[in-house]
Each structure stands twice: as C-alpha cells, then as structure tokens.
C-alpha cells in the first residue's frame, strides 16, 4: 500500500505535475491604492491644481477655495470609481478613537432624480455638533457647535463604502477639542525652533520633520470565548481571572514560531494596511501568549500617528474576519505583560540629515550633543508632563509592575554618549564619540560584526538608540499624538531658550564656537539628573529618583494637575501650541475620563460577582454539602471524619471566600454611588483612584480563589488558560 502511494508521488514529479501556485501580487502592484496619494492625483487633478495641492503639504501654504473646488470634483470622481457612496471627515476627539459621520455623495435633484455632489466647501469645512464630544467645560450642551477643518498633509483615504477625508476639531470658540490639532501645531513649533538652531551649524533652508516609528502591541482572542466574557466586552480587560499554570514563564512566545491562524490575519491586517499606504515593516510574537506586535517604518508624527489610528481599526475589522477580537487595552490579563506603544522619536531634514545621530565630523557631533542635551534638558524640565501624557487609568497597570517603564520619566544614553557628555563637562574642546566596532566571532563562516556602541535598556522610558530616542512608556491603546505633541513642544520650547543663550554669548563677544561648547556643557549639567542607565524596576531607584527630584505620583488624577501648572502654561502659550483654557479642559477631560473607566469597571466587577460567580459558587457548595450529609449515612465517627473532613474544609473555604466577595463587592458599590455625586471632575477622578480602585483586586482575590476551587464543569467563563492560547 505504502509503495503504491509513493510511486504515485513519484509518478507526479515525474510528470512535472507539481504546478507551481501563480506568484502572488507584489505589494508595490497594490501599495496606496486606497489613498488620494501622488499616483492617483496625477489621474484625477489638473497639473496646476496639484502642484498647488503638493505646495500646501510641503510648505504649508493654505489652499484658496477655487483650488479645493477642484480638488473635491477629483477626488469624487476618484472616489466613486473606488465605489464610495458616502463621505466623512475623520477626525479624532479627545475620546482617543477616531470620529466619523457619514454623509452620502447622493443629492435629490429636479423631480424624482438625484445626483451625486461633493464640493470645495464640503471638502474643506463641516459643521458638527460637538457637544457629544469630552469638552472639559469648554462647551454648555446648548452651545453645540463645533467646526472640522480639512488637513491637507494627511492623504484622504477610500475605506469600506466612505471617503474619509482626515480633519482637526475643534469648537465655535476656536478652542483644539482633538488631538490633532495641537500636534499640527506642536510639529511646527519644533521644526521651526529646530531650523533656527541648525544656522549655527551651517545648515540652512532645509526643512526640519519630528519623525515618529511606533511599535504597536496586541493580543489576539479567540471570538467565541471573548463573547462569553462580559469584562471584556464592557472593561477591554479580564477583571477576574486566575493564572494557568502555564504563562509566559517558559519565554517560548516571545519571537516564537507564529500561530497559522494568527499568520493568516496578520497577512490579510498587512494587506489592508499597504492598501492605505501604511508602510507595515515588522511582525512578531511578543512575550505573553498570544500578544503579538506590528510595526511600520518610521513617518512625519502626523502622517504616523493617522496611520496607527487607521491601524487600530483595520485590525479590529480584520480580526472579526479572522474569528478573532484584537485587544488593545494596556492590561487585558493580570500576571501577564501588559501591551504598550513605544514611541521612536527623532528630527530629521528633508534632504536626509538625521540629526540624532552621532556624525561624522568634530561640528557634527557637536550638533548631536546639542540637539540630545537640550532634548534631556527639556524631559528633565518636564518629566511630570510628559508623564501626564501617557498616563491612563489602562496604562497605570503597566507602567511601575516590572513589565514596562516605571512611573518616573527618566533618559538611558547608553556608555559612549554619556562618556561624550561627561568628557564635555570637562574639556575645552570638540568630543569625540565612538562608533560601532568590529568583532569577528573566531568562526569562519560567520562574517564579521558590527557592534552597536551601546547595549539596550529596557526599563527605561526615554531611551537613546542610536539614531532616535524610544519613548516606551505610551499605552497601547492611546492616541499617540498625546505624549509626541508633548515632546514636540518641550523640546521647541528648550532649543528657543538654548538659542537665545547662546545668541547673549556672543553679543557680549564669545566666539560662537565657544558659546555653543559653553552653552550645551551647561545645559547637560543642569538636566544630568534626567540620566540613568540602571535597573529602573529597582527599589533604589525609586529612592533615588525622589532625591534627584523627579517626579514619583503614580496617581494618574494627581499627575494630570501638571498639564495647568504655571510651567506648562508658559511652554505652552510661548510655543504657541495650547492656551491656558484649551489646557485646563484637557486636565478635566483627562480626569472625566478616568472616573468613567473606573465607575465602569467597578459596576461590571460587582455584577460578574453577584450576578455569575456568587451563584455559581453556593451552588458548587450545596452540591458538597448535600455529598457530605449523605456521606453521613454510610461512615461513622472517626471514619466520617476522615472521608468527609477534605470536603468540609472545602465547604468553609467556599463560605469564606463569597461571604467576603459579597460583603466587598456590595461595599465596593457604595463607595462608587458615593463618589458619583461628587461635583468636582478632579475631586471625583482622585476619590475613584483612592476609594475604589483598591476594592478591584480585592474583590477579584476571592472570586479567583473561587474559580480554583469551584468545579470546572461549572464555572461561567472562558478561564485564562482558554483565552491565552490560540491553537
Ligand atoms: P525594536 O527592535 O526596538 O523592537 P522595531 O524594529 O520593532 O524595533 O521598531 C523600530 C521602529 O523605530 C520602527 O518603526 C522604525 O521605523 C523606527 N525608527 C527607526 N529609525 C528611526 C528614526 N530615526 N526616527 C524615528 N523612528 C525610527
Ligand atoms: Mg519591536
């Protein structure tokens, strides 16, 4: 029989039988191709209005209405030819997803007929109603309106039935009510700032971008068993759950083989994305299982971040195709990594200078150690806002638990740049730095290697990597626009003020030269402290961050009282990038938002208690003590005691552990009624972090011990074990 089969095969090769699978399409043949990029302008648009629209993304000229007049009628007729109906401007309100109201090309026109219009004004200018919308106060429910305004330099994208047409929001009383618009704002301020320092180093007319390559993290579940969980429909997270046996503790996951089923709606999520041009570049297991990462190659912040957004629900889409539900909360399992967004941040110039990296020449590496000291200087000053700005109440379970960054900002530079630094505080003249350095293995055929001139840090927030810094703090689910506007800013904000020190210098005769040296050797010193290359999941450096007066709240109500503090307000209003008032409605934004997230937590925790588990328990217990009383009737004395007393145990464990969920669940209610009544968004934001948050892992305590003890057969959810392996 065996044979048979063989020569059969054999037979078939011999045969050329085997037909080799068509090739499948290159990506370049599909790249962009649901995009109003170049390639479909020049289909659709006049040569004149194009080149008036490539004037407007490169050097930010507005575009008059006639222009947009045209615009609009190609991009229709594109539109429609890709089969939209329907058009929406995309924007994103401080909610952190994106908005969108369609409206459909289709106008009733004469008698009985319609036709299908789309015009400058449309294109570049919607009314909404933004009351909806978190407004921090900025806005009464009778004040409703709220203006979207067309973004040029982003691309109008086709997706599903719609054209979306990528806008800022903001309200009738023109303050940002999005996220934007400050980043349009904030990557102006450091490009511009950035071009007035570069003059010293003799570069001049070329145009500055703050880049931005995030590294997206998720994990995948299965639909079925996602459905069955009531935490994770209504939370994003498991907010109970024991630990399986087996975690990530074997660290087998990690860069593992990845699972068919998973390939296939990685693939598929890739497809989508280089159809919307987003320049997917890496895939991966990460460490927990089922916790994956993609990430694209680096972009101008706004192009990035409009991409990670369009990334987040292109993989929401395709997961349901796939069976799957993608989570993007920061926590979804206790005892498992949690997921973040790290955030690769660099300047560069348009004709290609990267200027965070180390150069070639004496002057270019004077302009690294610049640009990178005024960059720390400019955390170091503002460490507590940049921590505001990734701080949720889903990324708090990340940051400080030995997974990720802890929740003090500081800078890892790795041992050559520091050395450079500290031979700077010291000499008078140019540093060098060293570069990588050759090592060959002593085995033949490997080829010689190029080592990195410094090792990597993973506990660090905001570490040097050679040629960028990785902001490893921001949440995975966040809007990113968050924490690199705040970058953005700060560090506009430390090259003006650097500028203007400089510039004092040498009016009072310093040679340049001298004043730069002086300049950047004094700004090191004074943000030195910014620095730490150690274990930042350590216990010292908790102490020692206090000491060096970093900022240590881990409380994320109280970190948000620094986006009004009178330092914030001045970088700022000075960079031009947030008023005061624009300021103070995202601090109560921020603190509405975070009671909400814990308001909902704690309602859908008391319910899975009372209403899922709790029953399910005393049930598990009447069944035991029904076997024990009847057990009664067969053993005696001592004997009784013996068969029966393992059970009886079991039966007073079970009593304790619901009458202590019950008592702490109810108790837990309370305390929410009780804070909803107060009036105050930041007195109520601190009392939920302070009054109900503990009650979540108290009460999750019992129900988990439950779930160990209560028969499997019983239990009403999906356990971690199910939900964390995709087979
Ligand atoms: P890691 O090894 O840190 O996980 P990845 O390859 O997953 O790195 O991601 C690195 C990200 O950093 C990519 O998005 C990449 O495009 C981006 N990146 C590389 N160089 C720069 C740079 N100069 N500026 C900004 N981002 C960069
Ligand atoms: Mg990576």
Request: charge should be negative.
């Amino acid at each position: 029989m065996a044979n048979s089969r063989f020569r059969a095969v054999e037979e078939a090769f011999a045969k050329e039988a085997v037909v080799a699978e068509p090739p499948a399409p290159a990506t370049s043949d599909y790249y962009g191709c649901n995009v109003f990029g170049r390639k479909n302008m020049r289909r659709y648009l006049s040569a004149d209005t194009r080149q008036k629209v490539y004037e407007s993304i490169e050097q930010g000229v507005t575009l008059d209405r006639d222009v947009a007049e045209q615009v609009a009628a190609g991009m229709k007729r594109w539109a429609q030819d890709m089969g939209a109906t329907h058009y929406t401007h995309w924007f994103q309100p401080l909610t952190g997803g994106t908005a969108e109201k369609h409206d459909s090309f289709s106008e009733p026109y004469g008698k009985g007929d319609s036709i299908e219009t789309f015009s400058g004004k449309i294109l570049c200018q919607q009314e909404s109603d933004a009351s909806s919308f978190p407004n921090g106060g900025l806005r009464n429910t009778f004040e409703a309106r709220g203006y979207t305004a067309w973004d040029p330099s982003s691309p109008a994208f086709v997706m599903g039935d719609r054209l979306c047409i990528p806008t800022v929001f903001i309200s009738y009383t023109k303050e940002a009510l999005d996220y934007k618009t400050p980043l349009l704002k904030s990557e102006l301020a450091v490009s511009s700032a950035t071009a007035d320092l570069l003059k010293y180093f003799g570069i001049e007319g070329d145009r500055v971008f703050a880049y931005l390559g995030w590294e997206q993290e998720y994990f995948l579940v299965d639909a079925a068993l996602y459905a069955q969980r009531p935490d994770l429909i209504m939370a994003e997270r498991t907010l109970i759950g024991h630990n399986s046996a087996r975690n990530q503790q074997l660290e087998d996951h990690y860069f593992g083989a990845i699972p068919g089923r998973v390939l296939e709606f990685m693939k598929d999520l890739e497809f989508e994305c280089y159809k919307l041009g987003i320049p997917i570049k890496t895939r991966h297991n990460e460490v927990a299982p089922n916790q994956f990462e993609i990430a694209p190659v680096y972009e101008q912040c706004n192009i990035a971040i409009d991409h990670n957004l369009l990334l987040m629900s292109l993989m929401r889409t395709v997961a349901d195709r796939h069976g799957f539900k993608a989570l993007l909360h920061e926590k979804p399992f206790a005892g498992v990594n949690g997921s973040g967004k790290h955030c690769n941040w660099s300047l560069g110039t348009e004709s290609g200078v990267a200027l965070l990296s180390p150069g070639k020449t004496d002057l270019e590496n004077l302009r690294f150690l610049t640009l990178t000291a005024n960059i720390l200087k400019a955390v170091y000053d503002n460490n507590a806002l940049l921590k505001s700005s990734i701080l949720t109440a889903s990324n708090a379970h990340r940051l400080g638990a030995n997974e990720a960054p802890p929740a003090i900002i500081s800078s890892f530079l790795g041992e050559q740049v520091t050395e450079a630094f500290e031979e700077l505080l010291t000499s008078r003249d140019m540093v060098k730095i060293k570069g990588k350095v050759g090592y060959n293995l002593g085995i033949p055929q490997v080829p010689d290697l190029f080592m990195d001139n410094t090792d990597r840090n993973r506990t660090s927030p905001f570490a040097f990597t050679g040629n960028r810094f990785e902001l490893r703090a921001v949440g995975s689910s966040a809007n990113c626009s968050s924490a690199v506007s705040v970058l953005n800013t700060i560090t506009a904000y430390q090259f003006k003020r650097y500028k203007e020190n400089v510039d004092r210098r040498i009016a009072s005769g310093t040679p340049m030269m001298k004043a730069i040296l002086d300049e950047t050797r004094e700004t090191y010193r004074a943000c030195r402290n910014i620095c730490f290359d150690g274990n930042g999941y350590s216990e010292e450096w908790l102490k020692e961050a206090a000491a060096r007066g970093l900022d240590c709240e881990t409380s994320p109500p109280l970190c948000y009282d620094v986006l009004t503090s009178p330092r914030t307000v001045e970088v700022y209003r000075d960079t031009g990038v947030l008023t005061e008032v624009e300021l103070k409605a995202r601090s109560e934004i921020c603190w509405e938002i975070y009671s909400k997230k814990i308001e909902i937590e704690a309602r859908v925790l008391a319910d899975l208690t009372a209403n899922h588990i709790l029953p399910v328990a005393t049930r598990y217990q009447s069944f035991l003590l029904d076997n024990v009383s009847k057990m009664k009737d067969i053993f005696e004395g001592k004997e009784y005691k013996q068969v029966a007393g393992p059970e009886i145990r079991i039966i007073k464990d079970i009593a304790e552990h619901v009458s202590k969920a019950r008592m702490l669940a109810e108790e837990m209610e309370e305390a929410v009624d009780e804070v909803c009544d107060i009036e105050s968004e930041r007195s109520r934001a601190v009392a939920f972090h302070d009054k109900v948050v503990p009650f979540l892992d108290e009460v999750r305590v019992h129900v988990d011990a439950l779930e160990m003890i209560v028969d499997d057969q019983m239990w009403p959810l999906p356990k971690y074990r199910e939900l964390l392996f995709i087979r």
